[in-house]
Nanobody, 115 residues
Framework: QVQLAESGGGLVQAGGSLRLSCAAS????????MGWYRQAPGKQRELVAT???????NYADSVKGRFTISRDNAKNTVYLQMNSLKPEDTAIYFC?????????WGQGTQVTVSS
C-alpha cells in the first residue's frame, strides 16, 4: 500500500501562484510515475502533469508554460508549481502514484482562483 499526503492548496487571485506538494509513503517501488490530476465541478478528472522517476515530464496543453512538475526521489515527494493561475484552473487537485501493479490517489486539495 502507498499513502499520499497532499498540501498547498488554497485561494489565490488570477495571475498568482501556488505550490502543491505530495509525499508518498509505504511500499514505494522504484519504477513509478507521480503526477497531478484535477477535477472541476461538473467535469471529469483530467491530467495536469506527470513525471517519471527519471524526470521525464508530461503536461496538459492548458497548463504548459505556466505549471512545472518536479520530484524529489529521496523524499518520494512530487511538487506542482503553478504560476499565472487562471479562474479556469479552479478545481480539486489530486496527487497520483502509479506503478505497473497499482494506482494510488491522494484525498485531493482545493485550488480556487478568483477573477
Amino acid at each position: 500500500q502507498v499513502q499520499l499526503a497532499e498540501s498547498g492548496g488554497g485561494l489565490v487571485q488570477a495571475g498568482g501562484s501556488l505550490r502543491l506538494s505530495c509525499a508518498a509513503s509505504g511500499r514505494i517501488f522504484s519504477l513509478n510515475v507521480m503526477g497531478w490530476y484535477r477535477q472541476a465541478p461538473g467535469k471529469q478528472r483530467e491530467l495536469v502533469a506527470t513525471i517519471t522517476r527519471e524526470g521525464s515530464t508530461n503536461y496538459a496543453d492548458s497548463v504548459k508554460g505556466r505549471f512545472t512538475i518536479s520530484r524529489d526521489n529521496a523524499k518520494n515527494t512530487v511538487y506542482l508549481q503553478m504560476n499565472s493561475l487562471k479562474p479556469e484552473d479552479t478545481a480539486i487537485y489530486f496527487c497520483n502514484f502509479a506503478t505497473a501493479l497499482a494506482n494510488y490517489w491522494g484525498q485531493g486539495t482545493q485550488v480556487t482562483v478568483s477573477s
